[in-house]
């Protein structure tokens, strides 16, 4: 099993910074909810190795990429994309 899977305290950044609790399943699907409650959504990813990939979607229609890599097994560090080109920083921890 990856060490992806679990809950995480993470953080987006890019345009504003925003704390978002994330659950990522065995399967490499996930769901995710930002800590004030207004944006939420899920993920569909695949483990290869220390990295996680794929799409993710809101429930508003925003969608886009992420790639996430394995720091320690506990704290990831990587990047998020949007359909409209918008990029950012993506960090997390258990």
Known sequence: ?????GEWRTVWTGGTSSR???IIN???SGSFTREQGDVK????????GHAYYGKWGQTNGDWGTFNLALTS???FDGT????LHVE???????
């Open 1 to 5: 099993m990856s060490d992806f899977v």
């Open 20 to 22: 978002v609790a994330v």
């Open 26 to 28: 065995s399967d490499g």
């Open 41 to 48: 959504g899920s993920l569909n990813g695949t483990f290869q």
């Open 73 to 75: 097994p506990k704290t």
């Open 80 to 83: 998020w994309a949007d359909h």
């Open 88 to 94: 950012g920083r993506w960090t997390g921890e258990k």
